[in-house]
């Protein structure tokens, strides 16, 4: 593996410190969506409310699934498996990991995926946009 144990401990140290702040952000999320909200009498408040908790909700469902991703990388990490694509077993580049440390896939499989989602039974983790890095 092109990867060694210093690189892996500082991706390691990030992936840990991002999962204990996304869990922070989401028990604040979780406080703010238990608060019982008063009907506003102005129609446009009560737009605006509704809005609010539509992109609380939006927030909420992208942490709980950052979460998991994070918590796969962790693992992956632990099982000396990290950097490795899930897809076609190649090393998944550096500079990917470094820009996406939850990344499950080598650049070349996540564009396949991302073109083909139904051919993998997944939507592709760009959301059908090419990946990047």
Request: net charge negative; proline share 3%; aromatic share 6%.
């Amino acid at each position: 593996m092109l990867y060694n144990g210093h690189m892996h401990r500082g991706i390691e140290r990030q992936l840990r410190e991002k999962y204990r702040k996304i869990e922070q952000e989401i028990e604040a999320l979780r406080e703010v969506m238990r608060e019982d909200r008063v009907l506003e009498p102005d129609l446009a408040d009560q737009a605006g409310t509704a809005s609010a908790q539509a992109w609380n909700m939006i927030r909420y469902s992208r942490n709980v699934k950052l979460l998991k991703d994070i918590a796969v990388a962790l693992k992956a990490i632990e099982n000396d498996a990290y950097g490795i694509c899930e897809l076609c077993g190649d090393d998944i580049a550096d500079r990917r990991l470094l820009a996406i440390p939850a990344a499950r896939f080598c650049v070349e499989c996540q564009e396949m995926i991302d073109a083909h989602p139904g051919e993998f039974g997944r939507t592709g983790i760009g959301g059908g946009v090419p990946a990047a890095v």
